[in-house]
Every structure is written in structure tokens, then in C-alpha cells.
């Protein structure tokens, strides 16, 4: 091979409202809609989209977590670049938040018939709030 | 000749709209930066999303897409007009009113209904025949939410075919001191997206398909474009006002110096004339 390959990993995750991190890690496991896909430095070129979910990336040894919510990912062999809908980094999840918020869309859940258009953002909630509970007790 | 006290208190009266004009735009200039922060911030998300756009334009013929299908005529349309909530920031609101309604004449739509975001653009055309489709203050529409509600609704009515486009008409954001009234169209998506191969020699996997990546990535852009040009409204906005409130503070100076070469000219001539009745008292008793 020509060039060798990478060694590391430049991650960018944005939402529209701020650009969350920019670091260099070794390695990133990202929650695609077909499933979990890990990316370490030299992966094929891949265009994927999100579903709510944790993503994580290596820096050496710690491996650190946050919650994405829908969203894409462009793959790059040196770059993961990750348009998010929503991104909440472990350290901004506050647990007891989050459960309160998977009580209230629970409830709310079932007094709404699938059909319903508020139905699909409430259960986005509930996913949502439950993916950060599970980053929460790991912590 | 006005008195001394009226002067006095006009003069009061002008320093204590000047302290406010003054209050306001310190305001304005605080919230301008925290404005433009927030266009700034939204910047990398738009370059990212143009990018993946634009490599699956040479994948997929990105302008078969119902989204970018223009039809004609167009014969409903939605006018999205953005305004501010509140007045005293010059010609801003006034400009894109008149630009909306120039927009509408010139066009011979069959039906046009409008969406104003803006307390002031609400006002002015709830009591104009043109029916509102719905009417949202700026101070809850700069969210994503909001955007993404509205966005949702007309991709929907669109591609139903209860609508044939969606345009809008905001003040762009030029610079601290200049906004321009543009009017662009939103719906159908205006196609930038050139299917050129060579752009991006990167041969991508498309985790699921192209075809699908594309139909879940339209719909954001659409909502992004929104939600940028309510950003960019909202960042003009408090450039005018800015500016206005400087140019109102400059007059109060203007006109609490004129005032007070009036004040001390009427003082001295008070003065004057004292001098003159006791010195012609005196020498009359003589």
C-alpha cells in the first residue's frame, strides 16, 4: 500500500445548534439504523444513517459515551463525521431527568394510538430517555 | 416665546428618551452577538449535510426526487414571511412587508396563502384579504422544533399536491449594519446539487441506500433551510435595530444641543432685559 494507513480517527459531531466534539480518538461505534457499525482508523468510505442511540469512541484505553438521536454519518478512513438531530454527551445527562422523562413519555405513550402524529416523536422521547438512562448507570 | 421652564423640562424629557434609545441599543448589540453565535454554530452542520448531499448527487439522480420536482404553473402557493415582534428597529419589518406583498402581485399564483413568523407581519395581514395559514411569533420560533413542525407540515401538503411551493421572503443578514430583503424559494428544493461525478471521487457505501439516505435527508434540509433563514432574520433584526437606535440616540444629542443653546439664549436675554428695567428704574428716580 501507498500510504499507510491512518493511526487515528478525526470525530466531529454536529447538531445545528453547536458543534459538540472535535477530537482525535481510535477508535468509534456508531448506533446506524441497521445496527451498531464500529470504525476504526482506515474504514471504506460509508455514508449511514442514525437511529437514537449511544455512540462510542475509544481515546487509548477510555472509552467514552454519549446519546445521538437520529442523524447521519459520513465515514472517512481518517474521519467520522456525525450530523446528529439531537447529541448529549455523558456528562450532561443528569439520571434522574432522564427517568422522570421516560415516566412522563411512558404515560403519555399510552393514551395515543399509533396512528397519532405525536405518537412517533413521544416514543423518540422514550428511546431517547432510555439510552441515556443506560449510559447514566454505567457511569 | 417659550419659557425657560418649558425648555428646562423638554429638555429633560429628550435626555430620558435618549437614555432609553441608548439602553436599547446596548440590548441590541448583546443580543446580536448571541444571535450571530448561534448562525455561526449552525455553520459546520450546513457544510456537512451540503457535502453528503452532494456526494449522493453523483450516486443517485438527486432531481428525480418529488421533492425538487417543480410544477407548472404553480398554482397554491405558501408565502412564508419573517418579520420581528416588535417595531422600533427602521424599515426592517416594513421592508419585507412590502417586499411579501410585491412578491404576491407579481406572481400570478391562483392561490396564495401566507405563514408569518413575526408578531408584526401577523398584524399587518390579519387585516389584509390573504388568509393565513398560520401565525408564529419569533420569540417561539427560533427552535428546531418549531421549524421542523412547520417544515413537516408543508412537505406534507406538498407532496400531496394541496400545494405547489413554498417561498419565502426574510431579511438577510449582510452584515452588523446592512440586511437585505430576499425572497427564495424553499419548496420545491431549489437544486445546487450538481450530478457531476467528479466532485467527490469517494466511492461511498450507503448503509441503507442511496435512494433512502436521500428521502430522509430532503426532508432535514428543507427543515435546516428554515431554521437558517429564521436564524439570519433574527440576527438582521437586532443589526437594524442596532442601528436605529444609534441613529435615534445621535438625534437626541442633536436636538438636547439645540435645546440648550435656546435655554441659555432666552436665559440671557431674561437677564438682560432685568438689567435694562432696573437701569432705567435708577435713572428715572434721578
Known sequence: MADALPTKINLTVVTRERKIIDIEVDEVVLPASDGEIGVLPGHTPLLTTLRIGQMRYRVGTTVHRMVLSWGFAEVLPDRVIVLAERGVLASEIDPAAAEAERIAAEKELQYLSSHDPEFNRVEARLEESVAMIGIGREH | ?286
Not at chain 2, 129 to 142: G, T
Open chain 2, 1 to 286: 416665546m417659550p419659557s425657560t421652564i418649558d425648555i428646562r423640562r423638554r429638555i429633560r424629557s429628550v435626555k430620558n428618551t435618549q437614555q432609553i434609545t441608548k439602553a436599547m441599543k446596548m440590548v441590541a448589540a448583546a443580543k446580536l452577538r448571541r444571535a450571530q453565535e448561534r448562525m455561526f454554530a449552525a455553520r459546520p452542520y450546513a457544510a456537512g449535510l451540503r457535502k453528503v448531499l452532494a456526494s449522493i448527487a453523483t450516486r443517485v439522480d438527486i432531481n428525480a426526487h418529488p421533492l425538487l420536482q417543480s410544477r407548472e404553473p404553480e398554482r397554491n402557493v405558501v408565502v412564508i414571511v419573517v418579520t420581528a415582534d416588535r417595531g422600533l428597529c427602521g424599515a426592517f419589518n416594513s421592508n419585507v412587508i412590502r417586499a411579501a406583498q410585491n412578491f404576491i402581485r407579481e406572481r400570478s399564483f391562483e392561490s396564495v396563502e401566507l405563514l408569518t413568523i413575526g408578531r408584526k407581519a401577523g398584524d399587518f395581514f390579519k387585516r389584509r384579504p390573504i388568509p393565513i395559514r398560520e401565525n408564529v411569533f419569533v420569540a417561539q420560533a427560533l427552535s428546531i422544533e418549531v421549524a421542523r413542525r412547520i417544515a413537516d407540515g408543508l412537505i406534507k401538503d406538498f407532496i400531496e399536491e394541496k400545494i405547489d411551493g413554498v417561498y419565502v421572503v426574510y431579511n438577510e443578514f449582510k452584515s452588523l449594519i446592512a440586511q437585505h430583503v430576499r425572497a427564495e424559494r424553499l419548496l420545491p428544493i431549489v437544486s445546487e446539487f450538481d450530478a457531476t461525478p467528479n466532485q467527490t471521487s469517494i466511492d461511498y457505501l450507503y448503509e441503507p441506500g442511496p435512494e433512502q439516505i436521500l428521502s430522509d435527508l430532503l426532508p432535514k434540509h428543507i427543515e435546516f433551510q428554515l431554521y437558517r433563514v429564521l436564524l439570519e432574520s433574527a440576527a438582521a433584526e437586532q443589526g437594524a435595530r442596532m442601528t436605529a437606535m444609534e441613529a435615534a440616540t445621535k438625534n437626541a444629542s442633536d436636538m438636547i444641543n439645540f435645546l440648550t443653546l435656546t435655554y441659555n439664549r432666552i436665559r440671557q436675554a431674561a437677564i438682560t432685559k432685568e438689567i435694562i428695567e432696573i437701569v432705567s428704574g435708577a435713572s428715572a428716580a434721578q
